[in-house]
């Protein structure tokens, strides 16, 4: 079995951007010693307790703190160490100059880099600081083909999120994350019928389009709704996933630190215990909604928006029903393209009735 840890180094607190969405409220100059981000590296590279470490560049943004990732990367390229590992980065796009461009190229197989691009340019630009022109988005494309993109929806881009996610896949990107922003209150039914119109416009694309892989935010994986499952957790925080801020100090990930919460909050998440499932999951969605085995839950997300980690954001609650709905449809259509008798498709089957039942009237 790989073992594999998920750790991520905060470079700086700074970012050249003030996208609307953003959590991080406490901003500052901080950036971490390349000393600091040495030994951390150095740690994990030779513990035993693992075989393959992802390192997240992280930020604000982390291409302010070019000069850290180069001196960093060159030493770690350099040494011999016991576990595998590759450095990963999601950038905003709108640093890389020519000279770090060239740096990028030449090391494009042991440095991956993600691009935050949320749609058309006149949506991508109102998210996020009027960017959208000073991204060189062939660079992406060229260096990295199979790297997908993360997407945010805001309040002011709802409208058009067909749009936005049919502009990211014939630039030529697949799509990581389509995620409604944290920390607004989407329960307006407002935000509900727009959805609908154009998630339904959105699932129409993927049936006529097949050869596009659909974004999360239509592609759930129902087949589990059917799946009996124990507790657990969404992801590994606090376990096999850390985040090292500025100043070489750990933290379950990089939603869970001082740039996001207040110093009373932090003493709340001192005091979790990130190895008990028990502590993560919402008893009342456990017990009452037949989503719950789908509906990603981000405890960082649930602690900004109920000052509770396994209280989940229940404003998205109607967002996520309509997104199986519609997910549901285009896994039937899926299957009756190609039938196959199997486990999945018999639970998946399953799941696309249940699911109509439920919440068909919603649509």
Excluded at 302 to 318: E, H, Q, T, V, Y
Excluded at 329 to 334: G, I, K, Q, S
């Amino acid at each position: 079995m790989n073992r594999k840890f998920h750790l991520s180094l905060i470079l700086t607190h700074s970012c050249n951007l003030n996208c609307v969405y953003c959590y991080e409220n406490t901003k500052s100059t901080m950036k971490m010693p390349k000393s600091v981000a040495k030994s951390i590296i150095e740690n994990y590279l030779n513990d035993q307790n693992y075989d393959e470490v992802e390192i997240d560049l992280f930020g604000g943004e982390p291409f302010v703190a070019f000069d850290t990732i180069r001196e960093i990367c060159e030493w770690t390229w350099t040494k011999q160490w016991r576990n595998k590992y590759v450095f990963f980065a999601t950038t905003n796009g709108t640093l890389l100059t020519s000279e770090i461009k060239d740096w990028l190229r030449r090391h494009k197989e042991q440095f991956w880099l993600s691009l935050s691009l949320d749609g058309t340019s006149t949506d991508h630009n109102i998210n996020r600081s009027n960017s959208y022109a000073a991204i060189d988005i062939p660079f992406f494309l060229e260096c990295w083909p199979t790297q997908t993109v993360k997407m945010t929806i805001s309040k002011q881009t709802i409208n058009h999120i067909y749009d936005n996610i049919v502009h990211i896949h014939k630039l030529g990107f697949n799509i990581a994350g389509s995620n409604f922003a944290e920390g607004i209150d989407w329960d307006d039914d407002n935000h509900v019928n727009v959805i609908i119109e154009e998630l339904g416009k959105l699932c129409q694309f993927y049936i006529d389009n097949p050869q596009y892989k659909p974004a999360p935010i239509i592609n759930m994986p129902i087949h589990k709704c059917e799946e009996e499952t124990e507790l657990h957790k969404w992801c590994g925080c606090g376990e096999h996933m850390a985040a090292y801020d500025c100043d070489g100090r750990r933290y379950p990930c990089t939603f869970f630190t001082p740039m996001t919460f207040s110093d009373d909050q932090m003493s709340e998440i001192y005091n979790i215990d990130f190895s008990n499932p028990k502590c993560f999951v919402d008893t009342e969605c456990r017990e009452n909604c037949h989503l719950e085995p789908v509906c990603n839950s981000c405890y960082g997300a649930n602690m900004l928006a109920n000052g509770i980690i396994n209280r989940r954001d229940k404003s998205k609650c109607k967002l996520t029903k309509i997104r199986a709905v519609f997910s549901a449809l285009l896994t039937a259509n899926r299957i009756l393209s190609n039938p196959e008798d199997t486990y999945e498709n018999k639970l998946a089957i399953k799941a696309i009735e249940k699911i109509n039942l439920l919440y068909n009237k919603i649509v």
